[in-house]
C-alpha cells in the first residue's frame, strides 16, 4: 500500500459537526491535528465561518478529499430534476461548494447524483451529465470528480444507485469528463445489493476513491439502520473488523494502492464509549494489520 494516503471523514468523526456550526470549526481544528491520518473528507460551513476554516484546512498539510453534499439548514439538492428551478439551484450549491474545494486546495471532490426520478431515470441521467460536465469545465484538469453511489430503495433512494449502472454511467460521461471516477463506499455496498467481492469486481477501472464503513440492516426502526455509517462490529451490522481487513486486502490484490494517490479514508462514527480519537487508533491497528497481511 505504498502510494496509499489515509484519511478520516470529519464529520462522522465528530457527529455534532453535522449540525452545529461551532462544534463544526471546532472540531476541524482537532482533526487538523490528527497525526495518524494524512487526508480529511470534510467540507467548509458556509457563511462566516467559511474563512476561519478554509485557513484551518490550508494549514493542515493534509490531503482534503472535498466532500459536497446536502448541509443541514438548506434544501437538498436535484440535480436531475426535470424543473429548471431546481437544476440552477443545485448547479449554484454545487458552484458554492467546488469554490471552497478550491480555496482550501482540493484535487479530489466527492459528490452524489441526488434523488431518484424513477419514471425518467434516462432523462434524469443526461440532465446528471450535463450539469458535470458543467462543473467539469471550470475546474483545473488535476482535480477528480468522485461520484459516490449508494442505494436506490432502501434509505437514501438516490438516482445512483446501482453500481453497474453507475460504472456505466461513469464511463460514458468520461468520454467527455476525464477526470471522472467512482468512489466506492463500504457502507454503501450491501445497500446497493451486493458484496464486497461483487463490488470490486464491478469497479474495473473507473475507481478514485475509498470509504470504509458499516451498515445495519436487520432493523428497520433502529436510528442508525440503513446509510448512517456505523463502526465496525456494531451490534447486528454487516461488517466488524476482519472484513475490513478482507476489504483492504481487495483492493490491494487489483492494485488500487499502486496508484499514485490512492485516497481511502475512514467514514464511521465513534464507538460506543470511545472517543473520537480512541476510535480512529483503533482503525488504523485494523488498516495496519491490511497492510501487514
Given at each position: 500500500?505504498?502510494?496509499?494516503?489515509?484519511?478520516v471523514?470529519?464529520?462522522?468523526?465528530?457527529?455534532?459537526?453535522?449540525?452545529d456550526?461551532?462544534?463544526?470549526?471546532?472540531?476541524?481544528?482537532?482533526?487538523?491535528?490528527?497525526?495518524?491520518i494524512?487526508?480529511?473528507?470534510?467540507?467548509?460551513?458556509?457563511?462566516?465561518?467559511?474563512?476561519?476554516?478554509?485557513?484551518?484546512?490550508?494549514?493542515?498539510?493534509?490531503?482534503?478529499n472535498?466532500?459536497?453534499?446536502?448541509?443541514?439548514?438548506?434544501?437538498?439538492?436535484?440535480?436531475?430534476?426535470?424543473?429548471?428551478?431546481?437544476?440552477?439551484?443545485?448547479?449554484?450549491?454545487?458552484?458554492?461548494?467546488?469554490?471552497?474545494?478550491?480555496?482550501?486546495?482540493?484535487?479530489?471532490?466527492?459528490?452524489?447524483?441526488?434523488?431518484?426520478?424513477?419514471?425518467?431515470?434516462?432523462?434524469?441521467?443526461?440532465?446528471?451529465?450535463?450539469?458535470?460536465?458543467?462543473?467539469?469545465?471550470?475546474?483545473?484538469?488535476?482535480?477528480?470528480?468522485?461520484?459516490?453511489?449508494?442505494?436506490?430503495?432502501?434509505d437514501?433512494?438516490?438516482l445512483?444507485?446501482?453500481?453497474?449502472?453507475?460504472?456505466?454511467f461513469i464511463?460514458?460521461?468520461?468520454?467527455?469528463?476525464?477526470?471522472?471516477?467512482?468512489?466506492?463506499?463500504?457502507?454503501?455496498?450491501?445497500?446497493?445489493?451486493e458484496?464486497?467481492?461483487?463490488?470490486?469486481?464491478?469497479?474495473?477501472?473507473?475507481?478514485?476513491?475509498?470509504?470504509?464503513?458499516n451498515?445495519?440492516?436487520?432493523?428497520?426502526?433502529?436510528?442508525?439502520?440503513?446509510?448512517?455509517?456505523?463502526?465496525?462490529?456494531?451490534e447486528?451490522?454487516?461488517?466488524?473488523?476482519?472484513?475490513?481487513?478482507?476489504?483492504?486486502?481487495?483492493?490491494?490484490?487489483?492494485?488500487y494502492?499502486?496508484?499514485?494517490?490512492?485516497?481511502?479514508?475512514?467514514?464511521?462514527?465513534?464507538?460506543?464509549?470511545?472517543?473520537?480519537?480512541?476510535?480512529?487508533?483503533?482503525w488504523?491497528?485494523?488498516?495496519?494489520?491490511?497492510?501487514?497481511?
Amino acid at each position: 500500500m505504498k502510494n496509499a494516503v489515509l484519511g478520516v471523514n470529519h464529520q462522522f468523526l465528530y457527529p455534532e459537526a453535522m449540525v452545529d456550526a461551532a462544534a463544526h470549526t471546532e472540531s476541524l481544528k482537532k482533526a487538523a491535528l490528527l497525526d495518524s491520518i494524512d487526508a480529511l473528507d470534510c467540507w467548509v460551513w458556509r457563511g462566516q465561518r467559511a474563512r476561519e476554516e478554509i485557513s484551518i484546512l490550508r494549514s493542515s498539510g493534509k490531503v482534503i478529499n472535498y466532500n459536497i453534499g446536502d448541509r443541514f439548514g438548506e434544501a437538498a439538492v436535484f440535480p436531475c430534476s426535470p424543473e429548471k428551478v431546481d437544476r440552477i439551484y443545485a448547479y449554484d450549491t454545487l458552484m458554492r461548494e467546488v469554490e471552497y474545494a478550491m480555496a482550501v486546495g482540493s484535487k479530489k471532490i466527492v459528490f452524489a447524483s441526488g434523488r431518484d426520478l424513477p419514471e425518467d431515470r434516462a432523462g434524469a441521467k443526461e440532465r446528471l451529465a450535463e450539469l458535470i460536465a458543467l462543473v467539469s469545465r471550470q475546474l483545473p484538469r488535476d482535480v477528480v470528480l468522485a461520484l459516490e453511489p449508494t442505494d436506490r430503495d432502501i434509505d437514501k433512494h438516490f438516482l445512483l444507485g446501482p453500481l453497474d449502472e453507475t460504472v456505466d454511467f461513469i464511463k460514458k460521461v468520461r468520454r467527455f469528463v476525464p477526470n471522472l471516477g467512482l468512489l466506492l463506499d463500504m457502507c454503501h455496498v450491501p445497500l446497493m445489493h451486493e458484496t464486497l467481492e461483487s463490488a470490486i469486481e464491478k469497479v474495473d477501472d473507473t475507481l478514485v476513491h475509498i470509504h470504509l464503513g458499516n451498515c445495519k440492516l436487520d432493523d428497520p426502526d433502529h436510528p442508525f439502520y440503513g446509510d448512517k455509517h456505523i463502526p465496525w462490529g456494531y451490534e447486528g451490522a454487516l461488517y466488524g473488523e476482519n472484513e475490513g481487513v478482507a476489504f483492504l486486502g481487495m483492493l490491494k490484490k487489483i492494485g488500487y494502492f499502486d496508484k499514485k494517490g490512492a485516497t481511502v479514508s475512514f467514514e464511521m462514527r465513534p464507538y460506543d464509549g470511545m472517543s473520537a480519537e480512541e476510535s480512529l487508533n483503533r482503525w488504523v491497528e485494523v488498516w495496519e494489520r491490511a497492510k501487514n497481511s
